[in-house]
């Protein structure tokens, strides 16, 4: 529940137990208090910035008059206006920070700092000017001066007519008053006092909307902190479910795949020697054998697929030689890669090449393959390209083939997609098809 949902909770009793029960709310008095410290934050704020303007343009115009006097004075109107664009930026956002630990310590409500200006260069110290987050904050504590004047002193007149009201009452009773207008005085005092912790809410609200808006992030700013969070978000998952194979597949290779080839090993040893053995015992043995190593096989063909040691140990290159040298069609490669990309980009590109190879071998009837990479700048193009029968796509609402062919190259997209990249498909019916993939080599 945020303090707005306590300010707006309804209290039981009827209206006048809600109006003396909100007297010594704890809500009601963090209200004032955030009203009453809102007065001076806010005209200190408005003069500080008022005066280096003023400041700021007495330079200026003395500049534009012709300094007269000492010659520092000149140097002394140089520094004040080359200085000013620098410094005033700066205290806005001082004043801005200083206003969110305001909201943040009395009324324990946590507003976002917006997003720092970003580039460099020699302009950098006046970058701030071009940023909507300087121009917002600046218009908050303008309104926050006169917010603050008009309801610091609203706040405190409600809040002090508990000493009013007795005072204006002993002016009546003493004559000192006019009976008419002491009594009313009087009574308009003694009205106000209830009145005050719904004036300091409802001002207290007025303030946390106009911070909202304006001392923290935009919309805009919002979601593209979102999408950058999510972005880097979703990389660390990349990174965390690469890493993930990687150990299943060092845990399977170190000791899976070990026990497998000693007991292959041994079955064999037994097939051989046992040639004495009676024919049952023989069969026996010989099947054990051939299942264990086909077993063999076969965990390592799923070692291969889950990461290959090669990719880590002597990069893309040599990896996709033993996808090309193994593939059941020819494949001619070609690699062209000055650096590395990073391991997950490299995992991507390597699995997205297996893949279409297996598709290729599969559904296209092709009678050979093209696999291309290369590295242009910070991005990595690879091209899987055959002379089969085409027709392969990449839209959702198309019918499969009857082979079932074509329903992994959405995978593929989606692997691709994992680390910001992209995937095409260029495959008219009768061929040939060519699957580009360009992945950026820094994710």
């Not at 920070?97 to 310590?105: N, T």
């Not at 979703?234 to 000791?255: F, K, N, P, Q, S």
């Not at 030689?321 to 193994?326: K, R, V, Y």
Request: hydrophobic share 50%; glycine share 10%; aromatic share 4%.
């Amino acid at each position: 529940m945020t303090w707005m949902d306590t300010v707006r909770a309804p209290g039981r009793g009827g209206p006048l137990t809600d109006a003396l029960r909100a007297l010594w709310s704890p809500q009601s008095w963090r209200a004032t208090l955030h009203v009453l410290l809102g007065a001076p934050l806010g005209v200190g704020a408005g003069a500080v910035i008022a005066g280096l303007v003023l400041v700021w343009a007495a330079a200026v115009w003395s500049l534009a008059e012709g300094p007269t006097g000492a010659r520092w004075l000149a140097v002394l109107y140089v520094v004040v206006a080359v200085s000013g664009p620098v410094a005033l930026p700066w205290c806005v956002q001082a004043f801005g920070a200083v206003q969110r630990a305001r909201f943040r310590s009395v009324l324990g409500i946590e507003l976002a700092a917006p997003s720092p200006v970003a580039g460099g260069g020699p302009l950098r110290l006046v970058r701030p000017w071009r940023a909507p987050t300087t121009w917002r904050q600046l218009g908050y504590h303008l309104l926050a001066l006169v917010v603050g004047l008009v309801g610091g002193g609203l706040v405190a007149i409600c809040w002090s007519a508990v000493v009013l009201a007795p005072w204006y009452a002993d002016g009546l009773w003493s004559g000192a008053q006019r009976p008419g207008v002491g009594l009313g005085v009087t009574v308009l005092t003694l009205a106000l006092l209830p009145a005050a912790p719904w004036v300091a809410r409802g001002l207290a609200r007025i303030d946390e909307a106009a911070a909202r808006a304006l001392l923290g992030p935009s919309r805009g700013e919002e979601l593209a902190l979102r999408v950058e969070s999510l972005a880097r978000s979703r990389a660390e998952i990349v990174a965390a479910t690469d890493a993930e194979r990687r150990r299943i597949e060092r845990d399977l290779h170190d000791g899976t795949q070990r026990r497998l080839v000693a007991l292959a090993m041994h079955l064999g040893m037994a097939r051989a020697g046992l040639t004495d053995a009676p024919e049952p015992v023989r069969q026996v043995i010989a099947q054990a054998h051939d299942e264990a190593t086909e077993a063999l096989r076969e965990l390592r063909q799923l070692v291969r697929g889950l990461h290959p040691a090669v990719l880590d140990d002597r990069g893309l290159d040599a990896a996709l030689s033993g996808i090309a040298c193994t593939a059941p069609l020819p494949v001619a490669l070609r690699v062209d890669m000055a650096t590395r990309c990073s391991p997950s980009v490299e995992a991507v590109a390597y699995f997205v090449v297996s893949e279409a190879l297996t598709n290729v071998a599969k559904h296209a009837n092709a009678s050979h393959a093209e696999v291309t990479v290369e590295r242009t700048g910070d991005r990595l193009r690879v091209v899987v390209a055959d002379d089969g029968r085409g027709g392969a796509t990449l839209d959702p609402t198309a019918a499969p083939p009857a082979d079932g062919g074509g329903t992994g190259l959405r995978g593929l997209a989606q692997r691709a997609a994992a680390v910001d990249g992209t995937l095409t498909v260029d495959s008219p019916p009768g061929g040939p098809t060519a699957i580009t993939v360009e992945l950026p080599c820094g994710s």
